[in-house]
């Protein structure tokens, strides 16, 4: 899941000591509207800020660079295209399996 990957992102940041948290927010579709999702910081808890869409996303966190792609197979490459309008992304790691090798080789050549 998401969620479980994201929490094994902050005990990796944790545990090799980073000031702060490399997971800057999540963005997910499917909930009613922007919200907060509580992970751990070592022994702390923190709250990483959820939007709905990806504009808010990135107006709120204009620092990020990296997007790490969760989406399923069925809508991986949509949000890949979409993540591609917002120059501030430097990197996006796809993680869904299935891709169609053919939608793997547009995506590079954008």
């Known amino acids: 899941s998401q969620t479980r990957a994201v929490q094994g992102m902050l005990d990796f940041d944790y545990v090799c000591r980073r000031s702060e ?22 022994h702390k808890e923190i709250l990483i800020p959820v939007y ?40 996006i790691a796809i993680i869904a399996e299935g891709i169609p090798e053919n939608f793997t080789r547009k995506l590079i050549k954008l």
């Open 21 to 42: 948290p490399s997971v800057a927010a999540m963005v997910y579709p499917m909930v009613g509207g922007d919200s907060k999702q509580n992970f751990y910081w070592g």
């Open 52 to 91: 709905k869409s990806m504009a808010d996303a990135m107006k709120n966190h204009p620092d990020v660079d990296v997007l790490v792609n969760f989406a399923s197979l069925r809508s991986a490459y949509d949000s890949s295209i979409e993540c591609m309008g917002y120059p501030q992304i430097k990197t």
